[in-house]
């Protein structure tokens, strides 16, 4: 299967451990190394006008994706120790 980044950006992202929406992905982080893709940004802010949202985001390995269907890519993100989640990244100002 195909896909363009474009397309991909029009999916929900669905963590299938919790059913949780999480969102849209906003960006591919590639290793330029060896020609692959790490895996995607996730958007992880308060729902609203920009205004209201935090800065951080979820970085989603593309290990962890288990399905790419026509209108949603599932994930399997496991529930990480609370507060620390090592896939939220903080913005740096």
Do not use: A
């Not at 893709?37 to 996730?42: A, P």
């Not at 290990?63 to 896939?87: A, H, K, S």
């Amino acid at each position: 299967m195909e896909s363009s980044f474009i397309e991909l950006r029009c999916k929900e992202v669905v963590n299938v451990c919790d059913g949780r929406k999480l969102g849209h992905i906003v960006d591919v982080i590639f290793d330029l190394d060896c020609g692959r893709v790490l895996g995607f940004m996730l958007p992880c802010g308060k729902t609203g006008w920009n205004v209201f949202k935090n800065n951080s985001q979820i970085f989603l390995p593309f290990g962890c994706i288990v399905r790419i269907g026509e209108d949603t890519i599932l994930v399997d993100l496991p529930p990480q120790g609370v507060p620390t989640n090592p896939y939220i990244l903080q913005d740096k100002k």
